[in-house]
């Protein structure tokens, strides 16, 4: 690595250790305290080390009744006062970092929310979840761990080589031996701390998702006999992992050896110096002990300064990563007036789109009206550009190419949350959260709904039948992701907050797909309800509910191949008819 890419890095590395410490900030008093201490603690250990010289000189060798009387209660009161400084450090200190983390992980969470579609798309779930649990725990090491140790290790070492200065600065020659030697190790596993430290924090996002595959289809592991593959594939990911830890303990490890060899060198140094003819009588035992113990007590903390090199490379990796996040552009709204409430007209016109992850062509050129009221269904194989086609409308992606139009204007000149406030989305993989029926019902902006417009939306909803026989009703906590209910009942609290919703444009996506016929039957009832009045867009994968849609649109690699009712296409005899032969024909054979 050339010395400018270095310094380049470095000053990288600063900015963002900076950027860090501003977090600290908000928790100033606490800070302070703990800094406090920080000076406290070793300036006492200092003191106390200085008391050598005069500990044995006077009490063992002048015999000063002075000294002997009160040196034990100095003693005392030194340590006394070293044990308060170091609790106020480590108390004040723990709870800066537990505050950091805390407010960088509000912070990330906040910036996840914010991100375009397309950032969740470019990324597996795992990474994103790590950042969370792993990521942002390593920022507490960098933010005040680091920093406790940098700054009382730091007062020790200056203290130390005060006393040693004070007392001798003849036998502080030895330190010359120590000095430069120390440095370099520093600089060198710095620079190995920050290689490895990237490469684990990307290993443990994989460990991450690994876990949530395996957890989230451990049906289809057990059925498909596939324990010994994922326990293989997590088997691997967890070794890259432990190498990865190993060779951070391993440079830990020889950087401590090191510096303890260099250390011994400069105490024999020492012992050299103060030995010499010319020197060995002029220096008292109390001045000899005193150094000595002086050096002594700076070579563990030269030791802990070159460990925090590990800690500190984690944690500033950690906050790179977590400030990208942060930093990244939130989703792009250049709209500036509010829609009210849409009277549910709808244009496509020439809408092209690719996905610039993979750079795959979505929609070629497709133009659609959508009147107000009306049903609009799309049908086609998988990967025709129908759900493309419906992620358009609350903005989720960007076209490339064309414009849509929302009662006659630009659709892109409404704000984002205006135009969302407009849309009701009911998908075939329902999201319910992990708590009560009525919160999901009522969920985000409608969260101040009554009770009575939740039970009628329920009931509208053909949910309340087995909302009632629920313990305690609306009440009742469903689980994670709705797991205590079945997908039908899951379905139709869906429908429900779609229906309190009450917005003027609906969006199904095969919302009825996977379904037993009892279950179907119930939820094609609410959502006829639902669809009164609304300018709806249906994917639909069974044909036969759609047949009454006042116009079906026919997709195919992008684009829209044929247009009319369900009478037309069947008379046209093209790709809609044949789609509907075939699923008369399984329906039969069935």
Not at 113 to 125: D, I
Request: glycine residues 8%; charged residues 20%.
């Amino acid at each position: 690595m050339s010395k400018q890419k270095v310094s380049v890095w470095d000053a990288r590395t600063w900015q963002t250790y900076k950027r860090l410490l501003g977090y600290t900030k908000r928790y100033r008093t606490a800070g302070i305290v703990a800094i406090v201490g920080m000076i406290i603690d070793p300036a006492c250990l200092s003191l106390f080390t200085g008391m050598l010289k005069p500990l044995i000189d006077r009490l063992f060798i002048d015999k000063d009744p002075y000294n002997i009387f009160w040196m034990p209660i100095w003693i005392i009161a030194i340590f006394a006062v070293r044990g308060v400084a170091s609790y106020c450090t480590d108390y004040g200190i723990a709870y800066v970092g537990r505050n950091v983390v805390q407010a960088m992980r509000i912070d990330v969470f906040a910036a996840y929310l914010r991100l375009p579609a397309t950032f969740f798309a470019k990324e597996p779930s795992g990474q994103q979840i790590s950042r969370i649990t792993y990521t942002s725990e390593q920022v507490a090491a960098a933010s005040a761990d680091s920093l406790k140790v940098a700054i009382t290790e730091g007062l020790t070492v200056i203290g130390m080589l005060c006393v040693m200065l004070y007392w001798s600065p003849y036998l502080a020659m030895a330190l010359l031996v120590l000095v430069p030697c120390v440095v370099v190790i520093v600089t060198v596993i710095s620079r190995r701390y920050r290689k490895i430290s990237k490469r684990i924090q990307g290993n443990m996002g994989t460990v991450t998702s690994a876990v949530e595959e395996a957890v989230a289809a451990n049906r289809e592991v057990r059925i498909y006999g596939g324990q010994t593959r994922e326990g293989d594939r997590f088997a691997e990911i967890a070794e890259r992992q432990r190498r990865l830890n190993l060779k951070v303990s391993a440079t830990s490890a020889a950087s401590s050896a090191t510096i303890q060899t260099v250390g011994a060198m400069a105490l024999a140094t020492l012992v050299f110096l103060g030995t010499r003819p010319d020197i060995i009588n002029t220096v008292t035992p109390g001045v000899f002990t005193a150094v000595l113990t002086a050096m002594g007590g700076m070579l563990p903390s030269l030791k802990r300064l070159a460990g925090i090199q590990a800690s500190l490379q984690k944690g500033v990796t950690a906050a790179e990563d977590l400030f990208e996040i942060i930093d990244t552009p939130a989703e792009i709204d250049t709209g500036t007036e509010d829609l009210v409430r849409t009277k549910g007209d709808i244009r496509f016109e020439n809408v092209h789109l690719v996905y610039e992850r993979n750079n795959h062509v979505a929609l070629r050129g497709v133009d659609l009206i959508c009147q107000p009221g009306t049903v609009t269904a799309l049908v086609g194989r998988s990967g025709s550009g129908k759900s493309s086609l419906v992620s358009l409308l609350p903005r989720f992606y960007q076209a490339t190419e064309g414009r849509i139009l929302v009662d006659g204007r630009d659709y892109s000149q409404y704000t984002l949350p205006s135009l969302r406030r407009q849309i009701a989305w009911v998908g075939q993989n329902v999201v319910l959260f992990d708590d009560t029926v009525a919160a999901n019902i009522a969920y985000g902006e409608m969260a101040g709904a009554s009770e009575a417009d939740i039970t009628a939306a329920a009931k509208a909803a053909n949910a309340m039948e087995f909302i009632e026989r629920l313990p305690e009703g609306l009440n009742t906590q469903i689980g994670q992701g709705g797991n205590s209910l079945s997908g039908g009942q899951r379905q139709r609290i869906a429908i429900a907050r779609a229906i309190l919703k009450n917005a003027p444009i609906l969006v199904l996506d095969e919302a009825t797909s996977a379904l037993d016929t009892e279950s179907e039957r119930l939820i094609q009832d609410a959502l006829t309800r639902l669809m009164r009045d609304r300018t709806t867009l249906v994917i639909a994968h069974r044909l036969s509910t759609i047949e009454h849609a006042d116009q079906i649109a026919v997709m195919d690699q992008g684009r829209i191949v044929e247009l009319g009712t369900h009478r037309e296409l069947l008379d046209k005899g093209g790709q809609y008819s044949a789609l509907h032969r075939m699923q008369f024909h399984e329906q039969a054979a069935s």
